[in-house]
Structures are given as structure tokens and as C-alpha cells.
């Protein structure tokens, strides 16, 4: 069995629009690859980094009066990393309520960091292992 590690963020947006206009593929990418100015989603602008493989990248907008289980249980190999993703939260006593997470296989994002803008709330969490 093969372990590798994921990279997680935890956040608040104002609005499931917001959230994904944040962290989706800019489709004029590919139109202007040439350029070093130009990032795939705002997500990677927020992390520095020009390019992600968005087929290595999950994420989602869970909002409403639910636990964390209750809202990413249904995610990729969820039994193995959300019970460490919870512990992490409890040790790091957010602000915030959570409404959306992201995460993908570590080294896509050389330096993760977390982000606070005046609409959201992203915090880096960490790698956790996983067997796929």
C-alpha cells in the first residue's frame, strides 16, 4: 500500500460563488500559458505558484449547521485524514466557522501559506498521510 501526503486548507467564504471563483481553473490560463504573470486560479495566486494540476486537487463548499464529519466525510480517503484534520483544528482554536476546505498531493504548492482577505478565510493546516 502506497502512503502519500495531502496538503489541507480550511476556510470561510461569504458565498459558494465566492469560494469557487477563488479556487476553480481560470479557462484564459491555457490562452496566455507564456506569461509568468498569469496563474491558473486565485487559489495558486494566493500560494505563489503559477500552475496546479487540477486533477490532483479536491475541494468543496459545505456550509450549514453541520460538524466538520458531517460535512467532508464524503470526500477522498475522509476516514484516514479527518479525524488528524479535526485534532489540528481543536489545537489551533479557529475564528471562524468552516464552510469549505481544499486539498491536494503535497509539492503542488512549494510554500503553502495561510490567507486572510476581507471575504474569506483560508488557513493552511498541514500535511497529512494517507494510503491510497
Known amino acids: 500500500?502506497?502512503?502519500?501526503?495531502?496538503?489541507?486548507?480550511v476556510g470561510n467564504f461569504q458565498s459558494e460563488e465566492d469560494f469557487y471563483e477563488f479556487v476553480e481553473e481560470d479557462e484564459n490560463f491555457y490562452m496566455e500559458e507564456e506569461s509568468d504573470e498569469k496563474y491558473i486560479s486565485k487559489f495558486a495566486e494566493s500560494q505563489d505558484t503559477i500552475w496546479l494540476d487540477h486533477d490532483f486537487v479536491e475541494y468543496g463548499f459545505e456550509d450549514g449547521n453541520r460538524t466538520i464529519y458531517e460535512k467532508f466525510a464524503e470526500y477522498s480517503f475522509a476516514e484516514q485524514w479527518l479525524p488528524i484534520l479535526v485534532n489540528r483544528l481543536n489545537e489551533i482554536n479557529l475564528k471562524f466557522d468552516i464552510n469549505s476546505i481544499i486539498f491536494l498531493n503535497k509539492g503542488q504548492v512549494p510554500k503553502p501559506v495561510s490567507v486572510e482577505e476581507d471575504f474569506f478565510s483560508l488557513v493552511y493546516i498541514g500535511g497529512i498521510d494517507f494510503s491510497a
Do not use: Q
Open 1 to 9: 500500500m502506497n502512503t502519500d501526503t495531502l496538503d489541507f486548507w
